[in-house]
C-alpha cells in the first residue's frame, strides 16, 4: 500500500529561492512553447528542456519522436519534461548511479527549480520513490500546485532565484552541487584528483640518519642464514603441482 506523502515545510518562516549570482544577462529566463512563433523557437525550447534534466543531451540522448509531438502540439511541454525524467537515458546515467535521497533532491531542484527543503523534503519525496518508483513521484511533482502554479504546461522548469543585490556570488549551480557520482563513488573512482602545485619540503638532515629497527638493516644477516644460502628449500618445492590441491566445486554437484 503507497502511503501518502509526509509533511514538510520550508527551513525558515521566510524561506525563498536563492539566486545564482545578482541579476544580470546571464539570469535564466522563462522559456515557453506558447510564446515560439517559429521552428527556431521551438528547437530553442527543446534544448532548454534537454539541458534542464540531462545538463547536455547528446544525440544518441535525443528522442525525435517526443520532439516532433511537442512541435505538432500533441503533447505540452509538462508531458516532454516527463518523459525525459522517465527516460531511459535518465534512468541508466542517474537513477541507477544514486540512491532515493539523491535522486529526490534532484527532482525537486530540476522540476521545481530550487532546492529542498531541508532533510525532511528528501525523506518525504524518497519514501513516494521507494513506494510508486520514479513515475509515481515524478507525476506527483508535475501535478503539484507548486510546479503548476510557477511553470504550466507550457513552460521549461528553471531556477526560480531572486536578485540578491548586496551578493556578488549567488549558490552553487545544480549541476555542481548534484553531480552524476555520489561522494562514495567518486573517492573509488579517485575523484577529486588534488595535484599540488607549490614548493617542494625536504627533510632535515637529522631526519635522514638511521636510528635502527629498520627491516633493510637485517638484510645482510638474513643472507646468511643456511636456508637462503644453500637453497635446499625452494627447490624442493619446485615440482609440486599447486593447482591439483585446491578444493573445488564441480558444475555436476
Known amino acids: 500500500m503507497a502511503i501518502p506523502l509526509l509533511k514538510y515545510a520550508p527551513i525558515t ?7 545564482f549570482r545578482v541579476g544580470s544577462d546571464e539570469d535564466p529566463k522563462a522559456v515557453a512553447l506558447d510564446k515560439a512563433i517559429d521552428r527556431e523557437d521551438q528547437n530553442f525550447v527543446i534544448e532548454s528542456a534537454y539541458r534542464q534534466i540531462f545538463f547536455h543531451a547528446f544525440k544518441v540522448d535525443r528522442d525525435t519522436i517526443l520532439e516532433s509531438q ?23 546515467s542517474f537513477y541507477n548511479l544514486n540512491n532515493n535521497y539523491r535522486v529526490a533532491r534532484h527532482l525537486v531542484e530540476k522540476l521545481l527549480g530550487r532546492q529542498v527543503y531541508g532533510k525532511a523534503e528528501e525523506i518525504a519525496w524518497s519514501a513516494v520513490i521507494m513506494t ?24 521549461v522548469p528553471y531556477h526560480r532565484n531572486r536578485v540578491v543585490g548586496s551578493r556578488e556570488v549567488g549558490e552553487t549551480p545544480f549541476n555542481i552541487t548534484t553531480p552524476r557520482y555520489d561522494a562514495y563513488h567518486r573517492g573509488i573512482l579517485g575523484f577529486p584528483q588534488i ?47 599447486y593447482l591439483s590441491k585446491v578444493p573445488y566445486r564441480s558444475i555436476g554437484r
Open 13 to 19: 518562516q521566510n524561506s525563498r529561492v536563492k539566486a
Open 70 to 92: 511537442l512541435r505538432d502540439g500533441q503533447i505540452t511541454v509538462r508531458d516532454f519534461i516527463r518523459a525525459l525524467c522517465l527516460s531511459d537515458t535518465f534512468t541508466r
Open 195 to 241: 595535484i599540488y602545485t607549490g614548493t617542494k619540503r625536504s627533510l632535515p638532515e637529522r631526519a635522514r640518519q638511521r636510528r635502527g629497527g629498520y627491516p633493510e638493516d637485517y638484510l645482510p644477516w638474513v643472507r646468511t642464514l643456511p636456508a637462503l644460502r644453500t637453497g635446499a628449500a625452494s627447490s624442493g618445492n619446485a615440482g609440486m603441482d
Open 132 to 155: 510508486k518508483g520514479v513515475a509515481g513521484a515524478v507525476d506527483k511533482i508535475l501535478d503539484s500546485d507548486e510546479y503548476l502554479e510557477n511553470f504550466g504546461y507550457d513552460t
